[in-house]
C-alpha cells in the first residue's frame, strides 16, 4: 500500500487503524491519563459515546453505532495529522504529520505526455440511471422493479423510508 510517506504493507496499515478503532472504543475508567483526550475526540464527533462500544467486538455493534466509532477514529486520526495528539507505538510515524519538503516545480507536461483515456465499464452508467428514472416515471411495473433493486441496499425502516422520500422527489409513484 503506498501512503503519502513510503509503502506499508496492507497489513501494517489495517493494524494501525484497527488499533485506532480499539483505542477509541477504551472506556474512560480505564484510559487513565488519556481519558481527557478520549472525552475531546468524542466530544469532536458530536455524538455520544456507543454504549456498547467497551463491551462489544467492534463487528458486533449495531450499524449506527461503528459509524460514530469509525468517526470518531477519523477524528483521532486527523489530530495526530495536525499534530495536536501525539501517537505513539511502533508504526504511529504512518500517522504523524508529514513534514513540508520543497518541491522542484519541474517542467510542464506537454498533451503528448497523457494516454488516450480508455473506455470504462463505468462510462454510461449516470445516463443509465437517468433512463430507468424516466421509464419508472410513466411505468408503474418499472418502478415497482427499480425500487425493489434498490431496497436491497436499505437494512433498517428508515433507509427503506429514505428510498420512498427519493422516489418522491423523483416523482416516481409506487404501487399501494
Known amino acids: 500500500m503506498q501512503l503519502d510517506r513510503d509503502r506499508v504493507h496492507a497489513a501494517v496499515w489495517f493494524r494501525v ?23 475531546a475526540i468524542w466530544n469532536s ?23 460514530r466509532v469509525l468517526a470518531a477514529a477519523a477524528s483521532a486520526i486527523s489530530a495526530i495529522e495536525r499534530g495536536d495528539l501525539p501517537a505513539g507505538g511502533a508504526h504511529a510515524r504512518l500517522l504523524a504529520p508529514i513534514p513540508d519538503e520543497p518541491v522542484d516545480p519541474g517542467t510542464a507536461p ?27 416515471r410513466s411505468d408503474i411495473a418499472a418502478a415497482a422493479s427499480l425500487f425493489a ?28
Open 17 to 39: 487503524l484497527r488499533s485506532v478503532v480499539d483505542d477509541v472504543c477504551t472506556p474512560l475508567c480505564r484510559s487513565g491519563r488519556w481519558s481527557m483526550v478520549l472525552s
Open 45 to 67: 464527533t458530536g455524538h455520544p459515546r456507543p454504549p456498547q462500544a467497551s463491551r462489544m467486538v467492534f463487528e458486533h455493534l449495531r450499524w449506527t453505532e461503528r459509524e
Open 110 to 136: 506537454t498533451r503528448s505526455c497523457f494516454p488516450a483515456r480508455e473506455h470504462s465499464a463505468w462510462d454510461g452508467v449516470q445516463d443509465a440511471i437517468d433512463a430507468a428514472v424516466e421509464v419508472a
Open 149 to 176: 433493486f434498490l431496497r436491497t441496499g436499505c437494512h433498517t425502516p428508515e433507509g427503506t423510508a429514505r428510498l420512498q422520500k427519493v422516489f418522491a422527489d423523483l416523482g416516481i409513484r409506487l404501487p399501494p
